[in-house]
């Protein structure tokens, strides 16, 4: 029992030991900028985790290359547009919203506005082509149809 619990608990803390002993920078303010940095940058292989919670050879290189730049002198923002030179804006968990990025986060909220409006206009087009009362003809004709 002890064995299993021990195995399930190792398995929730394994993203936590993704940073290696050997990674860690000895100024404490400097790991914690390039943890900040490693929160915002996707792993390439896993796409859904960050490089610090990563166990992917590029997360650990991607790691060393932060922690590299950091110690070189490099402001947060420098460290963040290298690796986005070398990788792409796929590696950013947050793209920029300006150039061309901006068509794709207006895309979304564009495309249920139109949604949303042509859903109203279809609505509006349907209750005014209700059809009109019936004359006194029609329903003296539909009370014979329906006595018969």
Known sequence: ????????????????????????LPDPALEARAREISQMLRCPVCQS?????????????????????????DSDAAVLDYVVDRYGEYVLFRPDTRGSNLL?????PGMLLI???????????????APAALTAEEEARLAEILKE
């Not at 949604?115 to 082509?129: E, F, I, N, T």
Request: aromatic fraction near 6%.
């Open 1 to 24: 029992m002890r064995l299993i619990l021990a195995f399930c608990l190792s398995l929730l803390a394994a993203p936590a030991f993704a940073v290696q002993p050997d990674e860690v």
């Open 104 to 108: 794709l986060w207006g895309a979304g």
């Open 115 to 129: 949604g949303g409006g042509l859903a109203l206009a279809y609505v509006r087009r349907r209750r005014q082509a």
């Open 49 to 73: 985790e960050n490089i610090d919670d990563s166990n992917a050879d590029i997360s650990r290189d991607l790691r060393l290359l932060v922690r590299e730049r950091l110690v070189a002198g």
